[in-house]
Nanobody
């Protein structure tokens, strides 16, 4: 099992930036893919960005060009650099790592199976 701990959330004004971090521990050597998800009050959780161990990435259309996902494999830390933040980015942000995913493709576009989740970090963007 993998333990994930997020940090870096906070309150910023529209147009500002934040960088989220996610530290992985436990069976982190089994991690083959990671991602960031978010959930706003009254809304379903949505995927924000994903990254494979080879560094390939995918993003939700709503954050393309503004958010960047990256990882430090040596330190087992996942990052999400968020620029040009908008009020609609306000949500609880979660780090996640799938234990497996459906199909034979890569994890960037496949539906994830059993997934380890962090506790979340709140991001609030005011207008």
């Amino acid at each position: 099992q993998v333990q994930l701990v997020e940090s870096g959330g906070g309150s910023v004004q529209s147009g500002g930036s934040l960088r989220l971090s996610c530290a992985a521990s436990g069976d982190s050597y089994n991690i083959r893919c990671m991602g960031w998800f978010r959930q706003a009050p009254g809304k379903e959780r949505e995927g924000v960005a994903r990254i494979g161990t080879d560094g390939t990435t995918s993003y939700a259309d709503s954050v393309k060009g503004r958010f960047t996902i990256s990882q430090d494999n040596a330190k087992n830390i996942l990052y999400l650099q968020m620029n040009t933040l908008k009020p609609e980015d306000t949500a609880m942000y979660y780090c996640a790592a799938p234990r497996w995913w459906y199909g034979y493709g890569n994890c960037l576009s496949s539906k994830w199976g059993d997934t380890d989740w962090g506790q979340g970090t709140q991001v609030t963007v005011s207008s």
